[in-house]
Structures are given as structure tokens and as C-alpha cells.
């Protein structure tokens, strides 16, 4: 389980890059290995290990988990037992105005840990151990009563920096929580706290 509070989460996903590299480079031509690597996906790795001999097999992924395991320990410390994948895996809300400190002070949200990758469900893979790709949206909705739809977003209801709604639904989406998406008139207003009238200018 890629959890974010897992050990072997963090360690198998510094290996599998490498394990990427390491095939690679046991396959193919030096001026094609970047390239290669590049586009290999994780199905057709497994299957080409599949099709070496064992002792190539052992080499390829000994070589490479021996280099994740010194590059996790960098990362993470010495301690295995204090590993954990969220440590690595994060996401950052950023602002497309926060172009200096006290911008990205005001504006940005996060970073935030976050479990799972880009081949789980809920899937949150990103470049260099960070999120960038997953839904920011998510909703179930039930057909035989609208007001016990749910739903989860991110990063608030409100895009008012300094507004308390600016990034209250952030750590309900990171965690997986949802909040009530009611429909009936009655049911809305009895969950409303706080409303936004916006008058045009006299």
C-alpha cells in the first residue's frame, strides 16, 4: 500500500526509477538508454524482467534497489523506521501571483503530504517525488436522496486570499473527507455559514 506513512512506500519509489535506469541500461545501446527510460512504462519493465535470465534478473534489480536504498537513506535519514513516503510526496497550491516571499506567504497552500502515486487509484504522480496530476474534484452523489451527496475539493471555497474559506477544504481533500453537497433549498440553507453579496458599483 503506497501510503504516505509507509517505510516501504518510500523506499520502493525511489527504486523503481532506478529499476527503470538499470534495465535500460542492461538492454539497449548508451545513446538510446535516455530516451528509452524516458518512455518505458511500468507494465513493459516488468514484462522484459520477466524474460532475462536469473542471474541477469538478480543483477538488474539487486543494482538497482542497493542504489535506491543509499538514496533513500540521503533523503530520509539512516533509520529505516522513520521512513515514510510522505516525507517525499507532497503537493503545493501555487499561486500564479506569488512571485515573491510575502506573495507566496499570502497566497500559496501547502505543501501537503500525500500518499498513493501515479498507478493508484486516486492516483497523484508528479515529477521529482511531487503531485502535479489527480482530481482536485471529487463527488458521489445519491440518486435517491440529493441531500446526502457529498463532495471534496481543494483547495477552499473562496479565491479571496485572507478569506477564511481561501483554504478550508484543503485538509478534508488531503484526507480523503467530505463535505455534505446538499440540493434542496431547505437543506441549503440550513447548511450555510457565511454568505458573499457582490454589488455592482453606484
Do not use: C
Request: aromatic share 8%.
Amino acid at each position: 500500500m503506497v501510503d504516505k506513512d509507509s517505510a516501504a512506500a518510500a523506499l520502493f519509489e525511489v527504486w523503481l526509477p532506478r529499476l527503470h535506469n538499470e534495465y535500460v541500461a542492461s538492454q539497449a545501446p548508451p545513446a538510446e538508454q535516455a530516451l528509452i527510460a524516458a518512455n518505458l512504462q511500468t507494465p513493459t519493465l516488468i514484462a522484459g524482467l520477466g524474460e532475462l535470465v536469473d542471474s541477469q534478473r538478480a543483477l538488474v534489480l539487486g543494482e538497482s534497489l542497493k542504489d535506491a536504498w543509499a538514496e533513500t537513506r540521503g533523503l530520509l535519514g539512516d533509520d529505516p523506521a522513520k521512513w515514510r513516503w510522505g516525507s517525499l510526496h507532497h503537493i503545493l497550491f501555487e499561486h500564479p501571483l506569488a512571485n515573491t516571499a510575502e506573495r507566496r506567504e499570502a497566497f500559496n497552500l501547502g505543501p501537503v503530504e500525500r500518499g498513493g502515486d501515479s498507478m493508484t487509484p486516486n492516483a497523484t504522480g508528479g515529477p521529482k517525488f511531487s503531485q502535479a496530476t489527480g482530481a482536485s474534484y471529487r463527488h458521489i452523489l445519491d440518486f435517491a436522496d440529493w441531500d446526502r451527496s457529498v463532495f471534496t475539493s481543494t483547495p477552499g471555497q473562496s479565491g479571496q486570499p485572507g478569506s477564511p474559506h481561501y483554504g478550508d477544504l484543503l485538509p478534508l481533500w488531503a484526507n480523503h473527507e467530505y463535505s455534505p453537497l446538499v440540493y434542496s433549498r431547505k437543506a441549503v440553507e440550513e447548511a450555510t455559514e457565511h454568505r458573499l453579496t457582490l454589488k455592482p458599483g453606484q
